[in-house]
């Protein structure tokens, strides 16, 4: 029986996922870390849930670096949640953007170089393995992920797309 590329994808997105999830479930506390109490809670939460916060609150720097994407969704998630501030939520979502992106890193590999097994391999454990479990373990840091996403997308779109001149030709 042949595995087709899509059940294949899946199972990698699941096992990534759950991967994530069980090292969440066994290694987290529901408390903020540093960076949230000041980026989120102080910046953004606060003005959201007094009426005031303003567009240009959201470009106020964490660190040097305009986290604009990563407080949205912060502020999302809080209102799904019900205006209650959850950090494990924000891992567990943080979870599931790794997972998407890795998916998405073997689907791309997969359709540039078929079913290369030692790559697809190497890459897939590179994610499921707990190397980045400070990412994984702070809900205030989707920017790695969401980096991650979007470079892939920028690369795939560069290697493969033509050119934005006439006549599209390609480098």
Not at 63 to 83: A, D, E, M, R
Request: hydrophobic share 55%; charged share 10%; with cysteine.
């Amino acid at each position: 029986m042949e595995i087709t590329p899509f059940y294949w994808l899946l199972s990698c997105f699941c096992l990534i996922l759950a991967s994530r999830l069980v090292f969440i479930r066994y290694f987290t506390v529901p408390i903020s870390v540093s960076d949230q109490w000041a980026a989120e809670a102080a910046t953004l939460f606060t003005p959201w849930l007094h009426d005031s916060l303003t567009v240009s609150d959201l470009f106020i720097t964490r660190n040097q670096h305009p986290v604009i994407y990563t407080k949205l969704i912060s502020l999302l998630l809080l209102i799904l949640n019900g205006y209650r501030w959850d950090t494990i939520l924000e891992m567990i979502f943080n979870a599931v953007l790794a997972a998407g992106g890795t998916t998405l890193l073997l689907y791309l590999l997969y359709s540039l170089i078929g079913f290369h097994l030692p790559v697809l391999l190497v890459t897939f454990f590179m994610c499921v393995l707990p190397i980045s479990w400070n990412n994984t373990l702070s809900g205030f840091h989707s920017c790695w992920q969401l980096l991650m996403i979007f470079s892939l997308v920028a690369f795939w779109g560069l290697l493969t797309k033509p050119r934005f001149f006439p006549g599209g030709e390609r480098v």
